[in-house]
């Protein structure tokens, strides 16, 4: 028996549908970015060595002078003061934190804040940004500084090997062998 050349189509596409994801996995953004709108990346996440290295420890977001900064996760504001003479906003997410400088808060230490809540305001600093504005944003997991962006599914796209277990070798374009480059060439 013969099948139809429609049905073989019509399997694969209910194959496909039916392997969607019906909810978001733990990879997917949870957070909203604090600067809206979505701002531009100045310098990305660099994480030390060890915990003495040097490294960027977070992201630096171009912003404004007197722009809204806001929660990125939902949390309680563990800290709003200044550290080292720049204004810092810290939220607490259970076992995370996010760090916010330099931000001018509206909040008090305590307070508890949704995704997207105003923290405070951008203010220029003598940071590596100077003479413009950009806010220095920090992720952590106890004392491990993670990448921000994974928050809002921006972070370094990492591409996996096809084969995880053996590694893959890279292999030289194929070359004839040497008995093709010694025959007499016809001049005519």
Known sequence: ?????????????????????????PDDPEG???????PAV??????????YASGHRGVDLAGAPGQAVRAALPGTVGFAGSI???????????GRRTTY????????RGRVVAAGDVLGRLVVTDGHCFPAACLHWGLLR?????????????????LLPLWRDEPVLARL???????HWRRPVDLV
Not at 101 to 108: C, T
Not at 142 to 158: A, F, I, M, T
């Open 1 to 25: 028996m013969r099948l139809p050349p429609v049905l073989p189509l019509l399997l694969s596409a209910l194959l496909c549908l039916s392997a969607a994801p019906a909810l978001a996995g």
């Open 32 to 38: 909203v970015w604090p600067l809206d709108p979505e």
């Open 42 to 51: 100045v310098r990305g996440f660099e994480p030390p060595a060890n915990p």
């Open 84 to 94: 080292g003479g720049k204004p810092v906003v810290t939220v607490l997410h259970g």
């Open 101 to 108: 400088e330099p931000v001018v808060a509206s909040v008090e």
């Open 142 to 158: 106890g004392e491990e500084y993670l990448d921000p962006l994974s928050l809002v599914g921006s972070g370094p796209v990492r």
């Open 173 to 179: 374009p194929w070359t004839p062998p040497l008995e």
